[in-house]
């Protein structure tokens, strides 16, 4: 069964960093591309940032380009997204994302149930 | 920017089908967007329904379609069932970045 799993969420000052892990289960870890998306309270969902199934190639939104750096571990099946200079606007619940591309195209399958970041003073 | 258009509500009676859409700012939404259709509930993550336009994940009932119309991607839910009340979010591929549109509320009343 795949399984994602968040964590690392919590209460960070404006300004502040923290770093989210989405450790992973169920499935080769390193055969797939990973994303983060949050959304907001109340709000949509956001694309945030995604990585390559060998971590060589990243992107970004531009609302966190230069403050957050995605990251992952094969050997530990698990990835992070580093939030730096974070804003009361960066508060949200964030998920975690499986991606997978192929001869039938991309897709997003498999959600973790997320994490909440909160930026407060 | 990229922006991603869905209508912000509908409405639908049980039994009843209804099509939701999903357009770019950029111009006509082909197969290259790779559109993928996410369904989400109150409280919970969201889940994949549709990817590359019109493939279903394994666990999509088939009252699921997804298609490309008018220069849209679209969703179209058939029969549709109380439980479908949700929000529903398109997302689409513009090389290498990734963009949500800003999702439909589904009633089903």
């Known amino acids: 069964e795949v399984q994602l799993v968040e964590s690392g969420g919590g209460l960070v000052q404006p300004g502040g960093s923290l770093t989210l892990s989405c450790a992973a289960s169920?499935?080769?870890?390193?055969?797939?591309?990973m994303h983060w998306v949050r959304q907001a309270p109340g709000k949509g969902l956001e694309y945030v940032s995604g990585?390559?199934?060998?971590?060589?190639?990243?992107s970004y939104a531009n609302s966190v380009t230069g403050r957050f750096t995605i990251s992952r571990d094969n050997s530990k099946n698990t990835l992070y997204l580093q939030m730096g200079s974070l804003r009361a606007e960066d508060m949200a619940v964030y998920y975690c994302?499986?991606?997978?591309?192929?001869?039938?195209?991309?897709?997003?399958?498999?959600w973790g149930q997320g994490t909440l970041v909160t930026v407060s003073s | 920017q990229t922006v991603v258009t869905q209508e912000p509500s509908l409405t639908v009676s049980p039994g009843g089908t209804v099509t939701l859409t999903c357009a770019s700012s950029?111009?006509?939404?082909?197969?290259?967007?790779?559109p993928n259709w996410f369904q989400q509930k109150p409280g919970q993550a969201p889940r994949a329904l549709i990817y590359?336009?019109?493939n279903r994940h394994s666990w999509t009932p088939a009252r699921f379609s997804g298609s490309l119309f008018g220069g849209k991607a679209a969703l179209t839910l058939s029969g549709v069932q109380p439980e479908d009340e949700a929000d529903y979010y398109c997302?689409?591929?513009?090389?290498?970045?990734?963009?949500f549109g800003g999702g439909t509320k589904l009633t089903v009343l």
């Open positions: 994302a499986r991606g997978r591309s192929g001869s039938d195209g991309k897709a997003f399958d498999y």
């Open positions: 997302l689409l591929y513009y090389s290498g970045a990734w963009v």
């Open positions: 590359s336009t019109n």
């Open positions: 950029t111009g006509a939404v082909t197969s290259g967007y790779y």
């Open positions: 169920g499935f080769t870890f390193s055969y797939y591309s």
């Open positions: 990585i390559s199934s060998n971590g060589g190639t990243t």
